[in-house]
């Protein structure tokens, strides 16, 4: 007989994918930057790292302690890019911002011209 999974076990072996787990924080990443939920964005993050090898493997990898990664990773009042961008360089990745449009002037841009296809920010493998 075939033993069920919980979603979670799912999503946490389709993210041990380094092209999904890519992806999937993308996803969370500009729906961040839509609505900017914070919890959600931090529970794409959660994910991620369990699905890498886990706090103290993705710590150990970033040079951070486990309690300062478990700290950021459980902050859900605000983001420190500074301690994102160490995670991600962990994972072999990096955030980096795209222009909008080569012909749009981004002063000629508001808020509600921005689509999720218009994110500016990507993330990247370096492997």
Same mark, same amino acid.
């Given at each position: 007989?075939?033993?069920?999974?919980?979603?979670h076990?799912?999503?946490i072996?389709?993210?041990?994918?380094?092209?999904e787990?890519?992806?999937?924080?993308?996803? &969370?990443? !500009?729906?961040? *930057?839509?609505? $900017?939920?914070?919890p959600?964005? %931090? /529970?794409?993050?959660?994910?991620?790292?369990?699905?890498?090898g886990?706090?103290a493997?993705?710590?150990k990898?970033?040079?951070?302690?486990?309690?300062?990664?478990?700290?950021?990773? &459980?902050? !859900?009042?605000? *983001?420190h890019? $500074?301690?994102?961008?160490?995670? %991600? /360089?962990?994972?072999?990745?990096?955030?980096?911002?795209?222009?909008?449009?080569?012909?749009?002037?981004s002063?000629e841009l508001?808020?509600e011209?921005?689509?999720?296809?218009?994110?500016?920010?990507?993330l990247?493998?370096?492997s």
């Amino acid at each position: 007989m075939e033993k069920l999974r919980t979603w979670h076990e799912f999503l946490i072996e389709q993210l041990t994918d380094r092209e999904e787990a890519i992806g999937y924080l993308q996803v &969370s990443l !500009e729906e961040y *930057l839509i609505d $900017g939920d914070t919890p959600f964005f %931090l /529970k794409g993050i959660r994910n991620v790292v369990e699905a890498q090898g886990g706090i103290a493997e993705v710590a150990k990898q970033a040079g951070l302690a486990p309690k300062t990664l478990s700290e950021f990773l &459980s902050n !859900e009042d605000s *983001l420190h890019l $500074g301690t994102l961008s160490t995670i %991600l /360089k962990a994972l072999g990745w990096r955030l980096s911002i795209e222009p909008l449009s080569v012909e749009k002037d981004s002063s000629e841009l508001t808020n509600e011209q921005l689509t999720p296809s218009d994110t500016p920010l990507r993330l990247g493998c370096n492997s």
